[in-house]
C-alpha cells in the first residue's frame, strides 16, 4: 500500500463504509430509541393510572367520613413521597379543593381555556376519550391522569342527588425517571455503535487492504500478460524471441536464473540461461550434477507435460506445448526463497501465449533455416544483414562479417560422392554453430560457402570467433566407411563501420578476405585491411 493514489483509495472506501454503516446505525438505533420510548411512556401511562385508581379508592374512606384534613393531610403525604409531581381534586366548578401544592387550593381551572385542560376538553361539550394525557409544563414533562368522583348513593348526604359529578382527583406523576431511563439507553446504543465502529475499522482496513492487493495482483496480470503479448509479437524469431521470454520469465518471478531449452533435432537439446547477475544471455552445458539433466531427460522422452516443483519450491519447470509439439522448457531457479504459488499462476497464465510465439517462431524458423546444414538460409542472410547495418545506422553498433568456405570441397565430392559431401556440410555446419556465441547468427551461403554475422563486436572479437572456428572444423571427424576424411576451411573477416559502412561494401570486403586466405595457402583466417571511405 505505499502507492499514494492506493492510499488515497483505500481511505476513502473505509470512510464510505464508515459512514454508511454509521447512518445505517443511526437509524437502526432511532428507529430502536422511538419503539423504547413509545413502550416506557405507554408504561408509565398504565402505571400513573393504576397509581390514580389506588389513591383514589384510598381517598373514597376519607370522603366518606367527611374529613377534610384527613384528604388534605393524605395529599400532603402523597405530594411528599416523590412518586407523583402534583396531586389535586377538583370540584364541579373546575376550582381546586384540595391539593399537594397548598398555594394552589382555590385556583380555578377553564377546561376550555387552560392549555392542560384542552388536550382532552377541545369544546364545551367535548367528551374526554382518554383518562391520561402527556402535559408538556414548566417543570418537565408529566402524565396526568383524571379520576371522576362520581356522585353515587353514599355521597347524597353531602352532594344533590341531581349533580353525577362530584368532582375529579388529578395526579400528575413526573416522566424524569423515564427520560432519565431512555437517555441512559440512547448513550449506551450510541457507545456501543461507536465502539463497534472503532472494531470495525481494524477488520475493514486489513479486509480491504486483501482486496486492493488481489486487485493491483490480477491488474499486475493483466498488464503483463499485454506486455507480453505485445513484446512477442513484434518478433517471430526464434533468437529474438528467447531473449524476450528469457527476460518476462526472469523479470515476472524475480527468479535469479531462468533456463530455457530447445529442441535441436530429433532428440537433442540446446540450453540458454540468463542470469539477474552477470551475463544475460550465454549458452549452457548441462554437467552431470546439474538437476535440470534428468528433468530434460524425461521432457526428451515427453514425460513432462504439466509444471513441477523441486521439493523445496525453489525450482520450478514449464514445458512450453502446442499440442503434441515440444517448443520449450523453461526451468526457473531462485535459490534464496520458494517461488510463490500467485506469481506461478501468472506464469501459467501467459505460457499459452509463449506457446503460440514459440511455434509462429518455430515454423518461420523451418522457412528460413537450411534443411541440409540447419543454419539459416542466405535469404534470411539477406534480411539479416539489412537489420544489422540499420542497428549500426541508428545506433552506431558495429559488427563484423565471416565468410566461410571449405578448402578443396569439389574434390571431395568428386573423390567420395555427393552423400560423403553431404556429411562434411553437415559437419562443418554443427562445428560453426558450436563455435560462434548465442546471438551470433550463421547461415548457409551458398553450396560451399558459409556466412556468420557477428554483432557487437569489433575486429579483435571477429578474429577470435573466425579462428575458433577453423580450429573446431580442423580437428573434427568426419567418417565415411570407416576412413577419417579431413576438412579444413579458410575464412575472410571484415568488420562495420572499419572496413566498410554499407551491406555491399561489407559483403565485398569480407569476400576480398575470404580471396585473400584461399590463396594465403588455406585453413587460416584473413581480416580485410582497406578502410572504410568517409
Aim: aromatic share 6%.
Amino acid at each position: 500500500m505505499s502507492d499514494p493514489w492506493l492510499h488515497r483509495f483505500k481511505t476513502k472506501i473505509i470512510i464510505g463504509l464508515v459512514v454508511m454503516l454509521a447512518l445505517f446505525m443511526a437509524l437502526t438505533m432511532v428507529g430502536i430509541m422511538k419503539i423504547t420510548r413509545n413502550a416506557l411512556l405507554a408504561d408509565s401511562a398504565e402505571s400513573t393510572g393504576q397509581l390514580g385508581k389506588a389513591i383514589s379508592s384510598g381517598l373514597r374512606c376519607s370522603m366518606l367520613n367527611r374529613s377534610p384534613e384527613r384528604i388534605q393531610e393524605t395529599l400532603d403525604n402523597i405530594g411528599q413521597s416523590g412518586q407523583v409531581a402534583k396531586i389535586f381534586i377538583l370540584n364541579r366548578q373546575g376550582r381546586v379543593g384540595f391539593s399537594s401544592d397548598r398555594n394552589e387550593i382555590g385556583k380555578k381551572y377553564e377546561r376550555t381555556a387552560d392549555v392542560s385542560c384542552r388536550v382532552c376538553h377541545l369544546t364545551a361539550d367535548t367528551v374526554p376519550e382518554r383518562h391520561t394525557i402527556l402535559v408538556h409544563g414548566a417543570g418537565g414533562d408529566v402524565y396526568r391522569n383524571v379520576s371522576v368522583i362520581y356522585n353515587e348513593q353514599p355521597c347524597f348526604g353531602c352532594h344533590p342527588r341531581e349533580e353525577k359529578i362530584n368532582g375529579k382527583l388529578i395526579i400528575d406523576h413526573p416522566l424524569t425517571g423515564t427520560y432519565g431511563l431512555i437517555q441512559k439507553i440512547g448513550i449506551s446504543m450510541a457507545a456501543g455503535g461507536i465502539a463497534c465502529l472503532l472494531l470495525l475499522i481494524p477488520f475493514m482496513s486489513r479486509m480491504i487492504n486483501r482486496y486492493i492487493d488481489q486487485i493491483i495482483l490480477k491488474n499486475t496480470e493483466i498488464n503483463l500478460v499485454y506486455s507480453i503479448m505485445d513484446s512477442i509479437s513484434k518478433t517471430i524469431d526464434m533468437e529474438e524471441l528467447k531473449n524476450i521470454v528469457l527476460d518476462i520469465v526472469c523479470d515476472a518471478l524475480m527468479a535469479e536464473e531462468v533456463d530455457l531449452v530447445l529442441p535441436k533435432g530429433q532428440n537433442g537439446y540446446r540450453v540458454v540461461t540468463r542470469s539477474a547477475t552477470g551475463e544475460k544471455y550465454q549458452r549452457k552445458k548441462l554437467t552431470d550434477n546439474d538437476p535440470l539433466g534428468p528433468v530434460v531427460e524425461r521432457w526428451c522422452a515427453g514425460e513432462v507435460t504439466l509444471y513441477e516443483y523441486s521439493p523445496d519450491r525453489t525450482e520450478v519447470y514449464l514445458p512450453i506445448r502446442k499440442g503434441d509439439s515440444r517448443l520449450a522448457l523453461i526451468a526457473v531457479r531462485c535459490k534464496s526463497h520458494p517461488l510463490p504459488e500467485s506469481k506461478l499462476q501468472l506464469i501459467e497464465a501467459i505460457c499459452n501465449h509463449i506457446a503460440i510465439a514459440f511455434e509462429n517462431a518455430r515454423l518461420y524458423s523451418i522457412a528460413i533455416t537450411d534443411e541440409l546444414t540447419s543454419l539459416y538460409t542466405v535469404r534470411h542472410f539477406r534480411i539479416s544483414i539489412d537489420k544489422q547495418m540499420m542497428m549500426f545506422d541508428t545506433y552506431g553498433e558495429k559488427f563484423a562479417l565471416l565468410m566461410i568456405d571449405i578448402d578443396n570441397f569439389k574434390k571431395v565430392n568428386d573423390t567420395y560422392g555427393h552423400p560423403t559431401g553431404d556429411a562434411v556440410l553437415k559437419k562443418v555446419a554443427h562445428c560453426i554453430a558450436e563455435s560462434v556465441r548465442v546471438d551470433d547468427l550463421a547461415f548457409r551461403y551458398g553450396g560451399e560457402e558459409f556466412a556468420v554475422i557477428l554483432p557487437a563486436t569489433a575486429l579483435p572479437g571477429g578474429l577470435s570467433v573466425a579462428e575458433r572456428i577453423r580450429a573446431q572444423i580442423e580437428v573434427a571427424e568426419i567418417m565415411d566407411n570407416g576412413q577419417r576424411i579431413a576438412a579444413t576451411v579458410s575464412v575472410g573477416l571484415a568488420v562495420c563501420p572499419d572496413n566498410a559502412t554499407t551491406v555491399k561494401e561489407i559483403i565485398v570486403q569480407a569476400d576480398k578476405s575470404l580471396y585473400a586466405a584461399k590463396h594465403g595457402g588455406k585453413n587460416c583466417v584473413k581480416a580485410s585491411q582497406t578502410v572504410a571511405r568517409e
